[in-house]
C-alpha cells in the first residue's frame, strides 16, 4: 500500500514560482506511473503531468513550458517544479500513483490506485 504525501502548496503572486513535492511510503516511486492532477473550484479533476517508471514525461497544454515534473529517487519523491504562475493555476494539487501503468506511455487514459491528500495553491488575479 502506497501512501503519498503531497507538500509545497501556498499563494504566490502571479508571474512567480512555486515547487510541489509527493513523498512516498511503502512503494518506491520509480516503480510506478507518477501523476500530479489538479482540481479548481467548480471544475473537474484536470491530469497536469506524468512521469512513468521509464522516466518518460507528459506535461498538460496548459502547463507546458512552465511546469516540469521530476522524479528524486534519493527522496522517493516527485515533484513539480511551477513557474510563470496565473490565476487560472488556483487548484488542489493532488499527488497519484499507478502500478499498472506502461513503463514508457505518458499521457491522458492511465487509472491511478492511489492518492494524496492534496495540497492547495493560490494565485491572486
Known amino acids: 500500500q502506497v501512501q503519498l504525501v503531497e507538500s509545497g502548496g501556498g499563494l504566490v503572486q502571479a508571474g512567480g514560482s512555486l515547487r510541489l513535492s509527493c513523498a512516498a511510503s511503502g512503494g518506491t516511486v520509480s516503480s510506478y506511473g507518477m501523476a500530479w492532477f489538479r482540481q479548481a473550484p467548480g471544475k473537474e479533476r484536470e491530469l497536469v503531468a506524468v512521469?512513468?517508471?521509464?522516466?518518460?514525461?507528459y506535461h498538460a497544454d496548459s502547463v507546458k513550458g512552465r511546469f516540469t515534473i521530476s522524479r528524486d529517487n534519493g527522496k522517493n519523491a516527485v515533484d513539480l517544479q511551477m513557474n510563470s504562475l496565473k490565476p487560472e493555476d488556483t487548484a488542489i494539487y493532488y499527488c497519484a500513483a499507478s502500478d499498472s501503468a506502461s513503463r514508457w506511455y505518458a499521457g491522458p487514459g492511465i487509472s491511478y490506485k492511489y492518492w494524496g491528500q492534496g495540497t492547495q495553491v493560490t494565485v491572486p488575479s
Open positions: 512521469i512513468t517508471s521509464g522516466g518518460r514525461t
